[in-house]
Structure formats: structure tokens, C-alpha cells
């Protein structure tokens, strides 16, 4: 049963227990939060730090998790990485030259701005496909 803000210990980021971490901090480690099942405390924001007989209620305040609880993050398979690739080269390839480009393309528009408006593309912006491979066979 997941407890209320109000019931979880507070602390200032210079009395942070040892193994206690935030979320961005468990990423720096390479991992997931894994079995906690909520924070166990709160990290006060700096505002509150000078106030310590106020509960900090402020969205810059930071939940602690366990790290003893955290497990490894687990690593994609091929075709995840594969299905992610086609995802990310159907936003950005352009609708009507079939160019790929580094960024995602506007859906708004459905295509780049050279197609749409004439606005010249830098060719640094565009991935460049590798060469086909060219077949010598002897027969």
C-alpha cells in the first residue's frame, strides 16, 4: 500500500542516508528501480533547506529510492533496436525525397523545407546511406 507524502522522512541534500538515491542518480549507475515500490523519502528543495520546521512541498524536490532494491537495466534485443530504428527513420525521412535527416521532421508540414518552401538543406543534416554492395561474381 503506497504511503502518503506526508509520511515519508525528509532530508537536505548534504544528510542524504547512504543508500538512499534519486531516480537520475540510479541512471548514472546503469539502474532501473526495480523492486522499490514507490520513494522512501524526500529530498527537501533548496528553498526549504533554510526552513527546516516546513514540509517541503515544492516540484523541485527530489524521491529517494534504495539502492539495495535496484536492479541492472536490461539491455534491448536486436530487433527491439531494430523496431526502434524504423521507428525513428519514419519521423525522419521526408515524404516526398525519401531523404533521412538527423532530426526529427515536423508532422505538420509531412515533409522537410527544401520540399516545402525552397529553404536549401545542409548536407551535414542529412545521413548519407551507406554505398551498395557491388557484386563480382565470376560466373
Known amino acids: 500500500m ?9 532530508f537536505d541534500r548534504s544528510t542524504v542516508p547512504e543508500g538512499l538515491v534519486t531516480r537520475r ?5 546503469q539502474l532501473s528501480p526495480g523492486d522499490n515500490e514507490g520513494p522512501v523519502a524526500i ?7 533554510t526552513r527546516p520546521q516546513w514540509s ?16 541492472p537495466k536490461r539491455t ?9 530504428d524504423r521507428a525513428m527513420a519514419a ?6 525525397c525519401r531523404r533521412r535527416f538527423y532530426i526529427c521532421l515536423s508532422k505538420k508540414l509531412g515533409c522537410c ?11 551535414s543534416s542529412l545521413m ?11 560466373a
Open 56 to 71: 517541503c512541498r515544492h516540484p523541485t524536490r527530489g524521491f529517494l529510492l534504495r539502492v539495495d532494491l535496484a536492479k
Open 25 to 29: 542518480q540510479l541512471r548514472e549507475m
Open 113 to 123: 523545407l527544401e520540399c516545402f518552401d525552397g529553404t536549401p538543406t545542409h548536407p
Open 43 to 49: 529530498l527537501r528543495c533548496g528553498l526549504c533547506a
Open 2 to 10: 503506497p504511503r502518503s507524502d506526508a509520511a515519508l522522512p525528509e
Open 91 to 96: 519521423r525522419q525521412t521526408c515524404g516526398q
Open 76 to 84: 534491448p534485443t536486436l530487433a527491439q533496436e531494430w523496431a526502434l
Open 128 to 138: 548519407t546511406l551507406p554505398a551498395p554492395a557491388v557484386h563480382r561474381l565470376a
